[in-house]
Protein backbone atom coordinates (compact mmCIF):
# COMPACT_ATOMS: atom_id res chain seq x y z
CA UNK A 1 0.00 0.00 0.00
CA UNK A 2 1.45 3.44 -1.22
CA UNK A 3 2.54 5.48 1.85
CA UNK A 4 2.94 9.48 1.85
CA UNK A 5 6.07 10.48 2.94
CA UNK A 6 6.90 14.05 3.28
CA UNK A 7 10.73 15.09 1.60
CA UNK A 8 13.01 17.70 3.69
CA UNK A 9 11.45 21.04 2.20
CA UNK A 10 8.22 19.79 1.06
CA UNK A 11 4.56 20.18 2.34
CA UNK A 12 3.15 16.93 3.83
CA UNK A 13 -0.03 17.70 1.41
CA UNK A 14 2.85 18.18 -1.83
CA UNK A 15 4.37 14.68 -0.85
CA UNK A 16 5.31 12.38 -3.04
CA UNK A 17 3.61 8.28 -2.53
CA UNK A 18 6.10 5.31 -2.09
CA UNK A 19 5.24 1.74 -1.90
CA UNK A 20 6.45 -0.41 0.40
CA UNK A 21 9.04 -2.39 -0.63
CA UNK A 22 10.89 -5.64 1.44
CA UNK A 23 14.51 -5.90 2.04
CA UNK A 24 15.21 -2.16 2.21
CA UNK A 25 16.01 -0.26 4.98
CA UNK A 26 12.33 1.63 7.48
CA UNK A 27 10.48 -0.55 4.46
CA UNK A 28 10.33 2.17 2.12
CA UNK A 29 11.91 3.45 -1.06
CA UNK A 30 14.30 6.20 -0.35
CA UNK A 31 15.86 6.74 -4.67
CA UNK A 32 14.82 6.22 -7.55
CA UNK A 33 12.02 7.63 -9.89
CA UNK A 34 9.04 8.88 -8.01
CA UNK A 35 6.38 10.35 -10.85
CA UNK A 36 6.61 12.32 -14.24
CA UNK A 37 7.45 15.39 -14.09
CA UNK A 38 7.00 16.75 -17.91
CA UNK A 39 5.99 15.29 -20.81
CA UNK A 40 8.03 16.95 -24.02
CA UNK A 41 5.96 17.75 -26.60
CA UNK A 42 7.88 18.87 -30.42
CA UNK A 43 6.40 22.22 -31.79
CA UNK A 44 6.97 24.19 -34.63
CA UNK A 45 6.55 27.60 -32.55
CA UNK A 46 6.24 27.90 -29.10
CA UNK A 47 3.90 31.03 -29.21
CA UNK A 48 1.45 29.45 -31.70
CA UNK A 49 1.94 26.34 -29.67
CA UNK A 50 0.73 27.93 -26.44
CA UNK A 51 -2.19 29.83 -27.82
CA UNK A 52 -3.50 26.49 -29.21
CA UNK A 53 -3.00 24.88 -26.03
CA UNK A 54 -4.57 27.50 -24.27
CA UNK A 55 -7.32 29.07 -26.21
CA UNK A 56 -8.89 25.27 -27.59
CA UNK A 57 -7.71 23.23 -24.64
CA UNK A 58 -8.45 25.30 -21.78
CA UNK A 59 -4.40 24.59 -20.43
CA UNK A 60 -2.50 27.20 -18.49
CA UNK A 61 0.60 28.60 -18.84
CA UNK A 62 3.18 27.33 -15.97
CA UNK A 63 6.70 28.17 -16.87
CA UNK A 64 7.92 30.58 -19.63
CA UNK A 65 11.63 31.63 -19.18
CA UNK A 66 15.27 31.52 -20.88
CA UNK A 67 17.34 28.74 -20.47
CA UNK A 68 20.85 27.89 -22.67
CA UNK A 69 19.78 27.49 -26.13
CA UNK A 70 16.01 27.64 -25.57
CA UNK A 71 13.15 28.57 -24.09
CA UNK A 72 11.28 26.46 -21.25
CA UNK A 73 7.49 26.86 -22.11
CA UNK A 74 5.22 24.65 -19.80
CA UNK A 75 1.51 24.63 -20.14
CA UNK A 76 -0.79 21.91 -18.40
CA UNK A 77 -4.73 21.71 -17.22
CA UNK A 78 -5.90 23.88 -14.56
CA UNK A 79 -6.27 20.86 -12.54
CA UNK A 80 -3.38 18.79 -13.32
CA UNK A 81 -0.48 20.22 -10.48
CA UNK A 82 1.77 17.40 -10.82
CA UNK A 83 2.27 17.26 -14.64
CA UNK A 84 3.28 19.85 -16.94
CA UNK A 85 3.61 19.20 -21.24
CA UNK A 86 6.79 21.26 -22.26
CA UNK A 87 6.39 22.56 -25.68
CA UNK A 88 9.22 21.62 -27.54
CA UNK A 89 10.86 23.62 -30.52
CA UNK A 90 14.22 22.44 -30.55
CA UNK A 91 12.91 18.78 -31.87
CA UNK A 92 12.03 19.83 -35.15
CA UNK A 93 12.23 16.17 -36.74
CA UNK A 94 9.69 14.86 -34.17
CA UNK A 95 7.04 17.01 -35.32
CA UNK A 96 3.50 15.12 -35.65
CA UNK A 97 5.28 12.13 -34.30
CA UNK A 98 4.02 12.09 -30.59
CA UNK A 99 2.21 9.04 -29.45
CA UNK A 100 -0.98 8.94 -28.48
CA UNK A 101 -2.00 11.51 -25.55
CA UNK A 102 -4.94 9.68 -23.76
CA UNK A 103 -6.61 12.87 -21.49
CA UNK A 104 -9.25 12.07 -18.46
CA UNK A 105 -12.69 14.20 -18.69
CA UNK A 106 -15.49 13.75 -16.34
CA UNK A 107 -18.03 14.17 -19.52
CA UNK A 108 -16.63 13.28 -22.90
CA UNK A 109 -19.82 14.69 -24.86
CA UNK A 110 -19.52 17.69 -23.27
CA UNK A 111 -15.93 18.23 -23.64
CA UNK A 112 -16.03 16.84 -27.39
CA UNK A 113 -18.73 19.44 -27.98
CA UNK A 114 -16.88 22.42 -26.06
CA UNK A 115 -13.72 21.41 -27.82
CA UNK A 116 -15.45 21.34 -31.27
CA UNK A 117 -16.77 24.70 -30.48
CA UNK A 118 -13.36 25.74 -30.02
CA UNK A 119 -12.27 24.96 -33.44
CA UNK A 120 -10.38 21.30 -32.40
CA UNK A 121 -10.61 18.74 -35.15
CA UNK A 122 -12.18 15.43 -33.95
CA UNK A 123 -11.48 12.31 -35.94
CA UNK A 124 -13.70 10.23 -33.99
CA UNK A 125 -16.65 11.28 -32.10
CA UNK A 126 -17.19 10.17 -28.70
CA UNK A 127 -17.99 6.54 -28.90
CA UNK A 128 -18.21 3.73 -26.35
CA UNK A 129 -15.84 1.38 -25.53
CA UNK A 130 -15.07 -1.25 -22.97
CA UNK A 131 -13.11 1.15 -20.64
CA UNK A 132 -15.25 4.17 -21.17
CA UNK A 133 -15.99 6.57 -23.86
CA UNK A 134 -14.01 7.93 -26.03
CA UNK A 135 -13.32 11.02 -28.43
CA UNK A 136 -10.13 11.45 -30.36
CA UNK A 137 -8.70 14.40 -31.92
CA UNK A 138 -5.39 16.10 -33.50
CA UNK A 139 -3.47 18.81 -32.06
CA UNK A 140 -2.08 21.94 -34.84
CA UNK A 141 0.55 19.50 -35.38
CA UNK A 142 -1.31 16.28 -35.96
CA UNK A 143 -0.18 14.78 -32.74
CA UNK A 144 -3.46 12.23 -31.52
CA UNK A 145 -4.79 12.72 -28.40
CA UNK A 146 -7.60 10.15 -26.73
CA UNK A 147 -10.15 12.05 -24.65
CA UNK A 148 -11.46 9.48 -22.22
CA UNK A 149 -14.12 9.51 -19.68
CA UNK A 150 -13.62 6.41 -17.83
CA UNK A 151 -16.54 3.63 -16.95
CA UNK A 152 -17.69 3.99 -13.02
CA UNK A 153 -15.95 1.17 -10.92
Known amino acids: M ?20 DGIEGGSVTAGIDR ?24 EKRTDMAAPGMRWLTVAPKEQQDVEVLLASWFPNLIGKNAAWVLA ?16 AFSQEPTQRPYGLEAVFQDLY ?9 RPE
Open 2 to 21: PTRRAHPGVPESDSVAHAEC
Open 36 to 59: IATITIAVRDQDEALAWFTEKLGF
Open 105 to 120: TRDCRQTYDELKRRGV
Open 142 to 150: GNAYALIER
